[in-house]
């Protein structure tokens, strides 16, 4: 079916950057939307960026910081985080709605996740 598959994420100091990627793959008829989720240790699972037709939108917290950006063709979705701060530290999940035929409706899809520890 499809998957998502996350990379990039890591260990880092206050104030770096790192660059998450996204691929998603399997029968993929089209994406509406692609975007980034995170949920840190004892708190819900919140909107990072995301990016559909209807352009891209921010959580606060990281606008300025933060980019999202897609590679259409290869079905992939990028964040490039600037000005990392402690408080970043999560879990960051990929996310897409997308329809895997030209019938039905567009349904969501998850990656299985991965780290980002911001920490001196």
């Known amino acids: 079916q499809v998957q998502l598959v996350e990379s990039g994420g890591g260990l880092v100091q206050p104030g770096g950057s790192l660059r998450l990627s996204c691929a998603a793959s399997?029968?993929?008829?089209?994406?509406?939307?692609m975007g980034w989720y995170r949920q840190a240790p004892g708190k819900q699972r919140e909107l990072v960026a995301r990016?559909?037709?209807?352009?891209?939108n921010y959580a606060d917290s990281v606008r300025g910081r933060f980019t999202i950006s897609r590679d259409n063709a290869k079905n992939t979705v990028f964040l490039q985080m600037n000005s990392l701060k402690p408080e970043d530290t999560a879990v960051y999940y990929c996310?897409?709605?997308?329809?895997?035929?030209?019938?039905?409706?567009?349904?969501?899809?998850w990656g299985q996740g991965t780290q980002v520890t911001v920490s001196s």
């Open positions: 996310h897409a709605v997308l329809l895997i035929s030209d019938m039905g409706y567009p349904s969501d899809y």
């Open positions: 399997g029968s993929i008829f089209s994406i509406n939307a």
């Open positions: 990016s559909s037709g209807g352009g891209t």
